[in-house]
């Protein structure tokens, strides 16, 4: 049923969504048609700045030719096979992922950052123990087994009982991850930087105290880097910074320039504990989502992309900071995912506002801005938004005392 509701413009296809798609995501902002690098356009041919990506997922931006190349070629050879065989691009993405962690392991491929956590809590119940870990205002997912693990009660409630038994514990606090991990705990799970808490980044020695605790009791230690991998952070992975190497290491977002996988890595004893039918998943590697990861890795390995990131950010994170904007409490994060934390809960109105100026930024919390723009952005790209940004920051501010 539609409605007889026709048309493809921004109001038309907006009454259309509301019509026959489910009320979970609420009505998204706008109807989109067309992209390119860092840009985007809507249906009415309205120009977008996109300082969002897809939420960390656009890593090479909108319709990177080595992305498009990889998927049509792997398509027209051979688009899925199935878990009953193999496929090349499959076993070298794999192999790829392991050397950029520089250590021997195994992977699990599936489809969402979600079921990449998901098979991270099977892994961990394979260990013989049932307890884990996580972190107040952790997000890991939205199924069942990674909902348990995201420390947002608000996300859990109307879901419980959800698999136990997790602790949660406040982010940052090496005391709590001391009292909590014992030789009961299965897992600790943790992101080396909180995205959808508002970019939380904890303070230095966290993760190096993470790795201590967990091998003292035996626990494996889960690094969620599916919003901070892959780059995003100006390394492969963001623990890099604290050169520790977790038990397991789960990948979604940037990873498939767009395509949707999810990758689990696991070290040591941990890569031993996923036998023949213990876990599975239909397009399990398929090759066309695969071949799009390694162009991926290729382009940003092939463009210096993980300096670029590295240099942008700190563009980005300096024309935020300086000069001071009074609506600016905070600028925070690392490489190319920037939290800007506001005066007041007034995200979602500089996010309006800021969409008024062509850029799509997101309001991740009630009071902080997200920002993760394509890893591809330029310079002249970053200095464009920080103007368009930096007058939706002053009209949000001269409306909130104008309202007042
Ligand atoms: C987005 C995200 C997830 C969930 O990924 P989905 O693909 O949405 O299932 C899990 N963990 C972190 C840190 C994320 O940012």
């Not at 798609?21 to 009505?27: A, H, L, Q, S, V």
């Amino acid at each position: 049923m539609s409605d007889g509701i026709t048309g493809t413009g921004n109001a038309a296809l907006t009454r259309r969504w509301q019509g026959v798609m489910m009320d979970n995501f609420g009505t998204p902002r706008l109807p989109l048609v067309k992209g390119r690098g860092a840009w985007v356009w809507d249906a009415e041919g309205n120009e977008y700045l996109d300082f969002l990506g897809g939420i960390a997922v656009n890593a090479l931006g909108h319709a990177h030719p080595a992305v498009v190349r990889a998927v049509g070629e792997q398509l027209a050879s051979l688009g899925h096979v199935s878990n009953l065989f193999m496929a090349e691009p499959t076993v070298r993405l794999a192999e790829r992922l392991l050397q950029l962690a520089g250590r021997r392991g195994r992977v699990y491929f599936s489809n969402s950052g979600a079921e990449a956590n998901e098979a991270a809590f099977k892994i961990g119940r394979l260990t013989g123990r049932t307890h884990m870990v996580s972190a107040t205002g952790g997000f890991h997912g939205r199924t069942m087994g990674a909902l348990a693990l995201t420390g947002q009660p608000a996300k859990q409630r109307p879901f419980l009982p959800l698999p136990g038994e997790v602790s949660h514990v406040p982010y940052g606090d090496v005391e709590a991850l001391r009292a909590a991990v014992t030789p009961r705990t299965a897992l600790l799970v943790l992101e080396p930087v909180q995205g959808e808490n508002g970019v939380v980044v904890p303070p230095p020695g966290y993760l190096r105290a993470a790795r201590e605790i967990t091998a003292a009791t035996g626990t494996l230690l889960v690094l969620d880097e599916i919003q901070t991998g892959i780059g995003r952070t100006g390394r492969w992975f963001a623990a890099e910074a604290e050169g520790v190497e977790a038990d397991v290491v789960t990948l979604a977002k940037g990873l498939g320039g767009g395509l949707p996988i999810g990758a689990t890595l696991a070290f040591g004893a941990a890569a031993e504990l996923l036998t023949p039918g213990a876990h599975g998943s239909t397009f399990s590697g398929n090759p066309v989502v695969c071949a799009a990861a390694l162009a991926v890795l290729d382009t940003i390995e092939r463009a210096g992309i993980l300096d670029h990131v590295t240099w942008t950010g700190q563009r980005l994170r300096r024309g935020l900071e300086e000069p001071a904007h009074p609506l600016v409490r905070e600028v925070r994060g690392a490489g190319l995912l920037v939290g800007v934390a506001l005066h007041g809960e007034v995200a979602a109105r500089v996010q309006r506002a800021a969409q008024d100026h062509g850029l799509l930024v997101n309001a991740v919390t009630p009071d902080v801005v997200r920002l993760a723009p394509p890893l591809i952005v330029s310079d002249r790209e970053v200095d464009t938004f920080l103007t368009g940004f930096r007058a939706a920051l002053s009209e949000t501010l001269a409306a909130g005392l104008t309202a007042a």
